[in-house]
T-cell receptor
Framework: DAGVIQSPRHEVTEMGQEVTLRCKPI?????LFWYRQTMMRGLELLIY??????IDDSGMPEDRFSAKMPNASFSTLKIQPSEPRDSAVYFC???WGTGGPYEQYFGPGTRLTVT | GENVEQHPSTLSVQEGDSAVIKCTYS??????FPWYKQELGKGPQLIID?????GEKKDQRIAVTLNKTAKHFSLHITETQPEDSAVYFC?????????FGAGTRLTVKP
């Protein structure tokens, strides 16, 4: 059974460009999470969806960041315009269940470098 | 909000020895405490978890203990092997919010 799938695995872009990160959660899971990992701040929750609806986006750093989940099998995290301080590894995770908490399974991550 | 502290930041042990990693949390409402192992270039992998109504849980060579009164929980790895070398993260979950510790880099020397 495939785990959480993320693409691209690596992204290098110039400051000011739009970046779109993609995630396919584990089939049957109904919750999806976007995290950012940096050396300085560790793992931070950016946004959480349940049944395709954004529940908590308080971790989104600023308006340049947006996330969507158009259906149960796909989500995107967009940064527009990107800045060098956005360089990090972005992880998507998914889980199943309602009323939480439930085990979260992480994807392999997208390493973003903004020059 | 929740604050999770993890110690030590680095830990080096000899193969076959035990390793213990400790975490404290601040929000008494937190009710789920997973541990993740992250290898280089990979995403965190859930290795064991414990819920607030349980004091201890064991799975082969790994065990987790939880002291709700003191608000701390620990990961114990026995008979360590070189493949246990990785960064380990603890986390505390409350109301859809998962907060992670800063991580412990474990090195098991053969």
């Amino acid at each position: 059974d495939a785990g959480v799938i993320q693409s691209p695995r690596h992204e290098v872009t110039e400051m000011g460009q739009e970046v779109t990160l993609r995630c396919k959660p584990i089939s049957g899971h109904n919750s999806l999470f976007w995290y950012r990992q940096t050396m300085m701040r560790g793992l931070e929750l950016l946004i959480y969806f349940n049944n395709n609806v954004p529940i908590d986006d308080s971790g989104m750093p600023e308006d340049r960041f947006s996330a969507k989940m158009p259906n149960a099998s796909f989500s995107t995290l967009k940064i527009q315009p990107s800045e060098p301080r956005d360089s990090a590894v972005y992880f998507c995770a998914s889980s199943w269940g309602t009323g939480g908490p439930y085990e979260q399974y992480f994807g392999p991550g997208t390493r973003l470098t903004v020059t | 909000g929740e604050n999770v502290e993890q110690h030590p930041s680095t830990l080096s042990v000899q193969e076959g020895d035990s390793a213990v990693i400790k975490c404290t949390y601040s929000d008494s409402a937190s009710n789920y405490f997973p541990w993740y192992k992250q290898e280089l270039g990979k995403g965190p992998q859930l290795i064991i978890d414990i819920r607030s109504n349980v004091g201890e849980k064991k799975d082969q060579r790994i065990a987790v203990t939880l002291n709700k009164t003191a608000k701390h929980f620990s990961l114990h790895i026995t008979e360590t092997q070189p493949e246990d070398s990785a960064v380990y993260f603890c986390a505390a979950y409350n109301n859809n919010d998962m907060r992670f510790g800063a991580g412990t880099r474990l090195t098991v020397k053969p």
